[in-house]
């Protein structure tokens, strides 16, 4: 079955960096959109990048410039690295795949890897 793990969230200070991780596996991960979302206590689940299966990268208007989403098809892991990081960065980061960027359903989630972002 699709498993789908992150790891590499933490607490950092306004302005620091953090690298988030995503393990797949299950299926063919080459032929997946990947994707990177966040959701703040309260607030709605948004979209933060993504990649397809082409390469084709997709961010974020709030985080272009500042974050850059890469893979390592080998490894089957996908990236998230986070630079100059604010305080509305704060959320639970969270992995999704599917056959394509997105259905109205995505269907494979990771379990979530907090992101805490101090002033």
């Known amino acids: 079955q699709v498993q789908l793990v992150e790891s590499g969230g933490g607490s950092v200070q306004a302005g620091g960096s953090l690298r988030l991780s995503c393990a797949a596996s299950g299926y063919t991960y080459s032929s997946y959109c990947m994707g990177w979302f966040r959701q703040a206590p309260g607030k709605e689940r948004e979209g933060v990048a993504a990649i397809d299966s082409d390469g084709y990268t997709t961010y974020a208007d709030s985080v272009k410039g500042r974050f850059t989403i890469s893979q390592d098809n080998a490894k089957k892991t996908l990236y998230l690295q986070m630079n100059s990081l604010k305080p509305e960065d704060t959320a639970m980061y969270y992995c999704?795949?599917?056959?394509?960027?997105?259905?109205?359903?995505?269907?494979?989630w990771g379990q979530g890897t907090q992101v805490t972002v101090s002033s």
């Open positions: 999704a795949a599917d056959i394509f960027c997105w259905p109205v359903e995505i269907n494979y």
